[in-house]
């Protein structure tokens, strides 16, 4: 496989995580209710973190972490292939 299909093929694969991980988010923000979390700032439950803005931004660190781990990969390949 040449490098444009592999670096085509990787792009294709970076997009599909990420619109999986951002219909994934929407879907977690929409389906937790907004006022259920872990209540912050000890004995008044004034300050609350919304268990679905915790799952929202798991589902884009996850979406993060895999490009970033697929264009680490990318230029690993790439180096090994000029060395």
């Not at 907004?34 to 996850?62: D, Q």
Request: charged share 10%.
């Amino acid at each position: 496989m040449s490098v444009l299909a592999q670096t085509l093929q990787l792009a294709f694969r970076i997009a599909i995580v990420w619109a999986a991980g951002f219909v994934l988010a929407v879907a977690v923000r929409a389906l937790l209710p907004e006022k259920l979390g872990i209540p912050l700032g000890g004995g008044s439950p004034n300050l609350v973190l919304p268990y679905s803005r915790i799952g929202f931004w798991t589902c884009l660190l996850a979406a993060l972490t895999v490009t970033g781990a697929v264009v680490i990969r990318a230029m690993l390949v790439d180096l090994r292939m000029h060395s």
